[in-house]
């Protein structure tokens, strides 16, 4: 028996009319702009010229990562092998900063940018505070014995006019290095990345040392943040990549948005009856890939 697909697809199109409208009356919620591993859309991710374009495009923050070089310096590189992002080999924990130094980390993404350097986080902290505010990630702290010690270390001695740097935070996927972190250097601002929820129970006992979560997209709900926000916390969803999920991240009432990209697509009317169509879009490649 041949079943009709004309009462399916009319469901699909309601379903998507209905969405439309609730999604048209929800509010639009401001939020702090963070750059992943600075405009990385623009330039070469975690390097200088990535991150002088998100000051350039009015970012509120830039998110970067760092490893311990062999020599026990901080690096700002995301990956722990630097063939991705560089024309060398080899890993982050094997190179000393002479050799990192020598490696081209642009010329991967453009000629445009043939020459840049991979940045250490002490160059970075020089330049560019005051400028932007900045989220710095421990990459696998756990497996480099040290970091979170020298990253402490370095954060609480840095100083502008004799005062402690604002507008600098600390983040990691580890719960335990956060914690020692909190400890070590307990005026600078400690998260937690997930890529999972946390029930109350976790909700409290992290709130004890962790002021912010940075949660996946795909993980938040109204009913989480609303939970988080009752211990106090600020969320932050990464990693957007699309449009049209800024005004989603904004209608769930984030705090900030790590971005690729800043937002470009006015607060409309308009955008916002389309864009259940454009997510509907994005499910049926998804489904057909």
């Keep these: 028996m041949r ?6 697809l009319f469901s699909i199109i309601i379903g998507l009319l209905l969405t439309s409208f609730s999604y048209f009356f929800q509010p639009l919620m401001p939020f702090q702009s963070i750059a992943h591993r600075g405009a990385s859309t623009y330039a070469p991710e975690n390097t200088i010229a990535s ?3 998100a000051v350039d495009l009015g970012f509120d923050y830039i998110e970067l990562d760092v490893r311990f070089s062999k020599d026990g310096h901080l690096v700002v590189i995301h990956d722990a092998d630097v063939q ?4 060398g080999e080899g890993f982050i924990g094997d190179l000393t900063v002479d050799e990192i130094k020598k490696l081209d980390a642009g010329s991967w993404f453009s000629p445009e940018f043939a020459g840049e350097k991979v940045p250490l986080l002490n160059e970075v902290l020089d330049r560019f505070t005051g400028k932007v505010g900045l989220l710095i990630e421990m ?3 756990e497996n480099q014995p040290g970091m979170t010690e020298v990253l402490a270390e370095m954060l609480m001695s840095y100083k502008k006019d004799g005062q402690l740097v604002k507008n600098i935070k600390v983040q990691s996927f580890h719960v335990n290095e956060m914690k020692k972190f909190h400890k070590l250097a307990p005026d600078i601002p400690a998260g937690i990345l997930l890529s999972k929820q946390l029930d109350m129970f976790h909700l409290a006992s992290y709130r004890q040392f962790a002021s912010f979560l940075s949660v996946h997209h ?3 709900s109204k009913s989480f943040i609303t939970q988080a926000e009752l211990f106090g916390y600020d969320i932050y969803s990464w990693t957007i990549k699309k449009q049209y999920q800024f005004a989603d991240m904004q209608r769930l009432g984030v705090h900030g948005i790590i971005s690729d990209e800043e ?10 009856l389309i864009t259940p169509f454009l997510k509907g879009q994005d499910f049926l ?3 057909l890939t």
Excluded: G, Q
């Design 285 to 287: 490649k998804t489904l």
């Design 139 to 141: 990459k696998a702290p």
């Design 218 to 220: 795909l993980l938040l």
């Design 3 to 8: 079943v009709s697909k004309k009462p399916f």
């Design 84 to 87: 991705r992002t560089t024309d």
């Design 263 to 272: 937002k470009r697509l006015p607060d409309s009317r308009l955008y916002a």
């Design 51 to 53: 991150f002088e374009k």
